[in-house]
């Protein structure tokens, strides 16, 4: 099983990309872990939300596998604590797919057909989060998941 984190448009500060990284590199004693950047759409400050977000999606969907599990990180996902989230996960572990894929949108969310492709759905919290920061955030979540699943001293309850 591989986990990669999918992401829409690059990060714009350092000190975000510095924090996901040491988490990715963390992450990397558990399990085969990648993020990957979707580039951002050419001129999409001048494209209608819909539209942007329809060729985001065809980007985001050219790159799945029939095989692949994909997850949005979706303000309308189901909500879970760190210790819920790493049962959930451990139990996709165990899934037939190959690869989890956690898709983070662009600042419009995602298309319609990408909704439809979705396996799941997960919030991060009721507040809202610039997506670049969402990265940061869930990447951590992700490591402390698996900190949990080791019973690592990590996560303190």
Not at 137 to 144: G, H, I, S, V
């Amino acid at each position: 099983m591989k986990i990669e984190l999918c992401v829409v448009g690059k990060t714009s500060f350092k000190y975000l990309e510095e924090g996901q990284d040491i988490y990715a590199k963390r992450m990397k004693k558990y399990i085969p872990f990648q993020m990957h950047v979707i580039p951002d759409i050419k001129n999409a400050k001048n494209l209608n939300p819909e539209i942007l977000k329809k060729k985001e999606g065809e980007k985001i969907l050219s790159r799945l596998t029939k095989n692949d599990l994909l997850v949005l990180l979706d303000e309308n996902g189901k909500q879970l604590t760190s210790i819920e989230f790493s049962k959930w996960l451990e139990n996709k572990l165990q899934s037939t797919s190959k690869r989890i894929v956690f898709l983070i949108g662009g600042a419009y969310g995602f298309s319609e057909e990408v909704y439809q492709r979705a396996n799941a759905k997960l919030a991060l919290s009721k507040m809202t989060f610039s997506h670049q920061m969402v990265r940061l955030f869930f990447t951590e979540q992700l490591y402390r998941a698996f900190t949990i699943m080791r019973n690592e001293p990590y996560h303190n309850i």
